[in-house]
């Protein structure tokens, strides 16, 4: 039973801000990767726990969080996938969690809230918005792959239980700011979501452990998990905010006519809105 680990950096507990924490020139940033890190040791750890034989790592964040001198030796990590999605991830594993992950952008009450920029205001496949969770839940769709555990801030956590309601999640933060912000610029969406209330670090590697345990045991006990149901065709829409204020915002459709993996393998084209 081999599994795949999603990880972010954003929605671990004890990562703060962007700027200070989540960037390599950041002040924080070497303990921003040890908390993500450890986090996702959790997350091994449950998994083995609950009957996995193999755990997979894959290092989504923009600049890296995980620090491979402190991953958890039995899981292997992934870093560097030159075709885009689905990001390492195939058929050959029998489920997939996250950690780490922070929720789409516009959610409210969400902690440094984005879709791989702060740039974005909403990404849609066939009418359903989705955030980074999302895009790869819906690979792993195509794939049969089920989605069967996921962490990261609760305001996250929500948006798994709306999309795939099967999964076990864990919150570990809970951000503070009310609204959506779509109005604001991108340097303005950037300084918006920076206000959160977080569990400690080693409370939420515990939350952490037994969800990925409790996953893992129901996979390897045989149930069965459901699957975001896919549609071919789909479309993709994106919408952007502006980078100045007074500029457009500006919209990119693309369509593939049987892959979801391949709608969200194409390049963007924004135009104004
Ligand atoms: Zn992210």
Request: proline share 6%; aromatic share 8%.
């Amino acid at each position: 039973m081999k599994l795949y680990l999603m990880t972010d950096m954003e929605g671990a507990a004890g990562v703060l801000n962007h700027d200070d924490w989540c960037m390599r020139t950041s002040q924080f940033y070497e303990m921003g990767r040890e908390f993500l890190t450890l986090e996702a040791n959790a997350a091994i750890e449950g998994f083995f726990a609950g009957g996995a034989t193999a755990v997979s790592v894959a290092d989504g964040h923009g600049q890296g969080a995980i620090n491979p001198k402190l991953l958890d030796p039995r899981a292997e990590l992934m870093r560097g996938w030159p075709q885009g999605y689905p990001l390492g991830l195939d058929s050959s594993f029998a489920g997939i969690g996250w950690v780490g992950q922070h929720a789409k952008a516009g959610t409210e009450y969400s902690h440094i809230t984005h879709t791989q920029w702060f740039n974005y205001i909403d990404l849609s496949i066939n009418n359903l918005s989705i955030g980074e969770f999302g895009q790869l839940a819906l690979c792993a769709a195509e794939l049969k792959v089920p989605v069967i555990f996921a962490a990261g801030e609760e305001a996250f956590a929500e948006e798994v239980k709306d999309l795939t309601p099967w999964a076990e999640t864990a919150g570990v933060k809970r951000g503070v700011t009310p609204g959506k912000g779509d109005e604001l610029t991108t340097d303005q969406y950037r300084a918006r979501n920076l206000g959160a209330v977080h569990l400690s670090p080693e409370r939420a590697r515990a939350l952490i452990c037994q969800a990925a345990e409790r996953a893992a045991r129901r996979l390897a006990r045989g149930e069965s998990f459901g699957q975001i149901p896919l549609k071919a065709p789909f479309e993709r829409v994106g919408r952007f905010r502006p980078t100045k204020e007074g500029e457009p915002r500006t919209v990119s459709r693309e369509t593939h006519p049987t892959s979801v993996i391949g709608v969200l393998s194409l390049p963007f084209n924004p135009k104004p809105e």
